[in-house]
């Protein structure tokens, strides 16, 4: 790191860290009690405060991960600093090791991007500076910086096993995999992911060689045509056959082996992936999911996404190839119409976005699932098109991984779609400096709204008396 690019991305640090400061100062004083899901973590981190290790409450529904780390870290500063009573273990002490997390992820990001796009003629340090504040202020994760949730938490460990895979440093990778996978379980599938992206970089090594022998240079596994992915998908079935391939891979990525093996344990000791609740946590296979996920990157990311010159390559695409999007959009008619599923806590629960996003577009009409398609379309061929410049190898891992942890939910969670999210923006190139600086401000005004709406938008249910808030 440069001398002037390192003194930019300190002061984007500690900006960013002194107006959380600020926020979390506002928010703790507004809302001084557990809110929403804190009211089952607050209490079990402080049973686990006071030694309580075997007390569990049923209705948690993650591994204790965020209450060790919790306990782990206030104890020894209650001592350091000679903290006693209501002090120790608090609700407002509690958040506060979100804040600590939020300013571990924006390091991380950081050195992702740095990793990921290395500085040329076309990346400067202040654009990966700018596109770290940027990711580090998407909204979805920001919010849940200042409640005791375990998204924090879940992204810090998962995007730090995911630098140390690219750095090469796959036992480490699996050790903060499983501290990801104690915050969350479905973060084992970001495990697999980091797995996947060692196993997609030798294939793409073979893969070019096998075009080299071939004298194919320029053959192109990314234009789609057909004979390109039956070339593609002979080439992975003899790859993946051999037994030397087979040992080298194993040998790459162990670590990784024994923690999903563990992960199986668990599943099949535990009865399941969920503990505690499991009534409102049932998986299915909800297809629809994954279009709501294209949809959300989109409106995030649409300084990037949705540009005038990104639809007319679209309609080109279109025109150039009706009969296979024909066959997308009726694949994706059955999809929404045998697999869409509406979760009770969707229709129930006013204090989210996602309930109001359900009844003004979607209740509006039966037909407007349906209607939705070519968005869905286009934001599916946009994603793509951003991603050209990741092998075909890395893109069909990723895609795998993308419906693993989207597919399987029920319910409509945008904090289901942070991780997804994260990923796919740290590997896609930079944009203008334009847009950057566009995406960046929408960020902050969608966020100043979010918050302003939680402090002063307050209402009341009619049976409760507990002021209610609007949230993600």
Not at 97 to 105: H, M, P, R, V, W
Not at 185 to 203: D, P
Not at 327 to 336: C, E, N, Q, T, V
Not at 348 to 356: E, L, P, Q, S, V
Request: aromatic share 20%; net charge positive.
């Amino acid at each position: 790191m440069e001398r002037a690019e390192a003194y930019g991305f300190s002061a984007a640090m500690s900006g960013a860290f002194l107006l959380s400061c600020l926020l979390f100062a506002a928010i703790n004083r507004r809302q001084r009690g557990p809110y929403m899901d804190e009211a089952f973590h607050v209490p079990q981190a402080q049973a686990y405060c006071h030694g309580r290790f075997l007390q569990w409450d049923p209705m948690i529904t993650t591994l204790p991960g965020l209450y060790l780390v919790s306990v782990g870290v206030v104890k020894p500063a209650a001592w350091l600093f000679g903290w006693t009573g209501s002090v120790v273990c608090s609700t407002g002490m509690l958040r506060f090791i979100n804040l600590l997390f939020s300013a571990g992820n924006f390091y991380l990001l950081y050195l992702l991007l740095f990793k990921i796009h290395p500085k040329n003629k076309a990346v400067s340090g202040f654009q990966r500076i700018l596109s770290t504040l940027t990711l580090a202020m998407f909204p979805t994760l920001y919010f849940f910086t200042f409640l005791y949730y375990t998204d924090s938490g879940s992204v810090f460990f998962t995007l730090f096993a995911y630098l140390m895979c690219l750095y090469g440093n796959h036992k480490t990778s699996a050790l903060l995999g499983f501290c990801g996978f104690m915050f969350r379980q479905t973060n084992i599938v970001w495990t697999v992911f980091c797995a996947g992206s060692v196993v997609a970089e030798k294939l793409n090594e073979a893969w070019k060689t096998e075009l080299q022998k071939k004298k194919e240079e320029r053959i192109s596994s990314r234009k789609g045509s057909f004979s390109d992915l039956t070339r593609i998908l002979k080439f992975l079935i003899e790859y993946l056959i051999s037994p030397k391939n087979l040992v080298t891979l194993i040998a790459l990525t162990w670590p990784y082996i024994i923690l999903v093996t563990m992960f199986f344990v668990f599943v099949f000791a535990n009865g399941g992936i969920v503990v505690g609740d499991r009534s409102s946590h049932e998986a299915c296979l909800h297809f629809p999911q994954l279009f709501y996920f294209l949809s959300f990157t989109v409106f995030f990311s649409f300084p990037q996404l949705l540009t005038p010159a990104k639809i007319h390559k679209f309609l080109l695409s279109l025109r150039k190839h009706p009969v296979q999007y024909s066959l997308i959009a009726i694949i994706s008619l059955f999809l929404i119409w045998k697999f869409t599923y509406v979760h009770k806590y969707l229709l129930a629960d006013n204090r989210h976005y996602t309930f109001y996003v359900w009844r003004k577009v979607f209740q509006r009409h039966e037909l407007v699932k349906y209607l939705l398609v070519p968005v869905y379309i286009f934001a599916g061929w946009s994603f793509v098109d951003t991603l050209k410049s990741k092998s075909i190898f890395w893109i069909l891992m990723y895609f795998v991984c993308l419906l693993a942890v989207t597919v399987p939910q029920k319910l409509l969670e945008f904090r289901y779609f942070i991780l997804p999210f994260l990923i796919y923006r740290l590997n896609i190139p930079f944009p203008s400096l334009y847009r950057q600086l566009l995406e960046l401000a929408f960020y902050i005004v969608v966020n100043a709204v979010t918050f302003y709406l939680f402090l002063n938008r307050t209402f009341q249910w009619p049976n409760s008396d507990e002021i209610q808030r609007f949230m993600w």
